[in-house]
């Protein structure tokens, strides 16, 4: 008997084949696509992820559309001057991110056997450098890191982070620059000390109220022309700016440390820094403000540098430590 004819709307099929949608729900996410995708959100454009992951444009296009269809949302508004990511976009980052840089950190240091050293160039004032940050990425340096620190305020640090001469800085004010990327570290608090002979000249009855005209006869030691701790410290507990002027200036804060235990004159200080002299005796606090001032330290790096391995894993250790630093 022969086999009965099949319409023109039929087809023959040896194996039924899977639906799109069960397909897609199926197979992995593939984690080359959010690494591009990272790339994308970090630099806003996918020529810029182009260049960083070394791959064509056109395969990042593709890598993106095929990471879209699998999340079921558009991640990118492409635009004139780059991509703008949508608020997907901005949620997957979050997700993402750090698993991603994590990943590269792991590869990158399982894979460049007989690799050249990689440098890492961070500044931040002198004090911060050898009490907060050296001890946290010491064991960077077995990872062929070669570390290279660079001493200077907060203003020149970001110049040079700008002009790509940094990679990460720690900085006490906070940055206002375009193309730079900056976190909360920790707050740190600041005191107004003098050495015991120097204090006992000061009339502690009459400081809290007359501060700047009391202390005018002791000369202000700062690391800086611009005094700023010290401005910041008159602002905050007295309301008024301090005098226009210095009378030491020094060359960083542990120096400013030293003339201050030296009876040179009294000095503003960050918290942590004469925090054993206070309790040993060698210095003493001339106020004890109910609401110490307090400012905010910052991890700043270029937008789209934390990509980098050697950059990616110091930052991460930094925000991860700061949060117990005081």
Known sequence: MPSPRLSGTETTSHAPRRPRAHRE?????????????????????????????HIS????THQIRLLEERVGTRLFVRHATGSKPTPAADS???DAEGPVDALNFVLQRYSRSGAPARRLRIGAPSDL??????????????DSVQLRTTPALSDALLSQLAAGELDIVV????????????LPLYDEEYSLVAHPDVARTVPDKHLAREAPQVLGGHPLIAC???????????WSVFHTAASAAPDVVVPDQRAVLAAVKASVGIAVLPSYLCADDIAQGTLVPLLRPEVPPITTTYLATREGDVARSQ???????LLEHGRNWT
């Open 129 to 142: 450098i050898s009490d907060r940050i050296l001890p946290v990425l010491a064991d960077l340096l077995m």
């Open 311 to 317: 950059v990616s894993a110091a930052h991460s250790r």
């Open 224 to 234: 800086a022309e611009s005094l700023p701790l010290i401005d910041h410290y008159w």
């Open 25 to 53: 729900e199926t197979e992995p996410l593939n984690p080359g696509w959010l690494r591009t995708f990272i790339e994308v959100y970090r630099t806003g454009s996918f020529g810029g992820a182009a260049r960083r992951l």
């Open 92 to 94: 997957l980052a979050r």
């Open 57 to 60: 444009q056109p395969a990042v």
């Open 171 to 182: 900085v006490r004010t906070r940055p206002r620059l375009t193309g730079i990327s900056a």
